[in-house]
């Protein structure tokens, strides 16, 4: 499906259909907050772009992990390097890789879907990594946007008032986690932190990095309430991004303090429509360090930035081009 992007960044500017997920395959066990199953194509386009084929992707901010699990899928690469630091998530991503997908799928199977049942396996300390992982998809399914941050509520009415069970599909679940099994062995998954496996990879040009970071719109409030591991030095993030030889592409929240981290390091940025919350039509920024794969779609021009260069260069009314 082709996206069509912004073509000026403009207020009251109507907005481009969003990617309908429904057309993505869906791979990933989680529902995620932010997550970029709607990014998909946008993926397949920059990988289909690179001059060569990258024997890796490096996923520092995994989460549900469906585009490292579309890279290996639909062979873009050997293998990904899936991080995440929150342990919740990492204990099914490693109970996944470490060969209990099955018992996984079989523990989502059996299990009688109720509130009290539910409550039930919560308040239960988990005895084993697999046990960590069941009881994460169950919080993932359960509470209200797939939150698993301290203090997300339950579901309450949810998909046709279905209340808890409203998102919890178990032979849908069970077979994503059998298929799992096809690309497990190409999984290295790393319960660490995202920059630092980024820097152990920075030389090696075969390499290329697909990063989401915790976004910084909303501020500390809303990174708390979505995420346990919201904080991050963005900064670092930019400057880390600049000493690697392989490609990447980063995606953001449409922020102006994460445009100007951009326009310093010199980086391209472009606008795409996503869904947010509630379907609410919203704008993200992709930001690289050559973007004109999307040169054949409509892009969008940071027309402040330039102003600002012409300005200094006495060209007020130079034409943008």
């Known amino acids: 499906m082709k996206l069509s992007l912004f073509p ?6 109507a907005l481009p259909r969003p990617v309908n997920v429904a057309s993505v395959p869906q791979r990933s066990p989680f529902r995620y907050p932010g997550g970029k199953t709607w990014f998909v194509p946008t993926f397949r386009r920059w990988m289909a772009s690179l001059k060569a084929r990258p024997r890796a992707l490096v996923e520092p901010f ?26 919740e998530v990492a204990a099914v991503w490693e109970t996944i890789v470490g060969g209990d997908a099955e018992w996984l799928a079989h523990r989502i199977l059996t299990f009688r879907m109720t509130r009290e ?30 939150i698993l941050a301290e203090g997300a509520s339950f579901i309450r009415h949810g998909e046709n008032n279905k209340g808890i069970s409203s998102r919890w599909y178990p032979k849908t679940l069970a077979q994503r986690l059998v298929n799992l099994n096809r690309v497990a062995s190409r ?30 719109a909303g501020g500390k409030r809303a990174g708390r309430r979505l995420y346990k591991h919201h904080q991050l030095d963005h900064e670092a993030l930019f400057t880390l991004c ?18 100007d981290m951009a326009r310093r390091r010199g980086f391209q940025m472009r606008l795409i429509p996503m869904k947010g919350t509630h379907h609410a039509q919203m ?26 260069v012409r300005k200094s260069e006495g060209s007020r009314s130079a034409k943008v081009r």
């Open 117 to 146: 049942a539910v409550e039930a396996e919560l308040q239960q300390a988990a005895e084993s990594r697999r046990e960590q992982a069941f009881q994460t998809i169950l919080k993932n399914r359960t509470l209200h946007g797939g």
């Open 8 to 13: 000026e960044i403009s207020e009251g500017a």
């Open 283 to 308: 704008k993200e920024l992709i930001i690289g360090r050559n973007l004109s794969w999307l040169d054949d779609l409509p892009a969008v021009r940071d027309e402040r930035a330039i102003y600002r």
């Open 187 to 216: 999984i290295d998954f790393r319960h660490d932190d995202g920059l630092k496996v980024m820097a152990e990879f920075a030389t090696q040009p075969d390499v290329v990095y697909f990063i989401d970071p915790p976004y910084t």
């Open 242 to 259: 600049e000493s690697l030889v392989g490609d990447f592409l980063m995606t953001y929240d449409e922020a102006e303090e994460v445009k």
């Open 62 to 87: 995994a989460g549900g992990g469906i585009i490292s699990l579309t890279a290996l899928f639909e062979n873009w690469v050997d293998r990904a390097v899936m991080v995440e630091l929150d342990n």
